[in-house]
């Protein structure tokens, strides 16, 4: 087995376990294999593993991979979970399956859009900034439910769930606590939360769906550990 596969089985393993211990389903919560920055090889060893799910956090580097292996591996879905500018909305709709990061009003707007255009009514999370910080993307916890309304009601934006990623260096858990709650008020099912260094405290607070890069693929050539 390669390193891949083994640590594809060992993450697989440990959200099964975290989710028993906390009274989750584990059928629930879904592995985001984040591929950004890896060597094909690597997200090929995961896809011969048979895993098929994925998430890219730059639109041109995910153009640039995925047309290519999903013509090679049948039912690959791959996320988007890096910011989105506006002028690359057109090719998001194209290549992703599920946008994450829908975070500002103009960028709502312009995804209905481009969505209506070619007929491709893709899900989306809206992107919290949970921690309030002034460096990350998402809105803040006070305007999220407006916001979300502004994306379902106003655009018609298939609104499924909330993304976050807390602040480094603090405990995830009542940020991931937060997010849970915001998303049931406004009655959403899906919770996109946790990377490789706390994803099994995620699926304790409800994640639906973790994201997990270094923990399956190893670094990312040196250059960058975890986000910023
Ligand atoms: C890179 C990235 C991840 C994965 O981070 P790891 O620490 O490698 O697991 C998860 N979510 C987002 C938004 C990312 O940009």
Same mark, same amino acid.
């Given at each position: 087995m390669s390193d891949v596969a083994k640590n594809l089985k060992e993450t697989l393993g440990r959200i099964e376990k975290s989710a028993t211990k906390w009274k989750q389903?584990?059928? *629930?919560v879904s592995l985001v294999?984040?591929?950004?920055? *890896?060597?094909v090889d690597r997200v090929v060893a995961a896809l011969e593993a048979g895993h098929r799910l994925f998430g890219e956090n730059r639109v041109q580097e995910a153009g640039q991979k995925w047309p290519d292996l999903k013509a090679r591996f049948n039912d690959v879905k791959v996320h988007l979970i890096g910011p989105l500018q506006t002028n690359k909305a057109k090719e998001a709709v194209a290549l992703f399956d599920v946008i994450e990061t829908v975070d500002r009003p103009k960028l709502a707007r312009i995804l209905a859009k481009e969505m209506k255009e070619v007929g491709r009514h893709l899900p989306v999370f809206v992107q919290v900034n949970i921690g309030e910080e002034e460096q990350k993307a998402g809105v803040s916890p006070a305007d999220a439910d407006s916001f979300i309304r502004e994306c379902t009601e106003d655009h018609g934006l298939n609104v499924i769930g909330l993304m976050c990623i807390p602040p480094a260096g603090e405990q995830a858990a009542p940020y991931f606590a937060l997010l849970g709650k915001i998303a049931k008020r406004n009655n959403l099912q899906h919770l996109s939360m946790g990377m490789s260094s706390d994803y099994e405290i995620a699926v304790q607070f409800g994640a639906t769906s973790v994201r997990v890069g270094t923990g399956i693929f190893g670094d990312r050539d040196g250059t960058e550990k975890t986000q910023a």
């Open positions: 389903d584990p059928d *629930q294999a984040v591929s950004k920055k *890896q060597p």
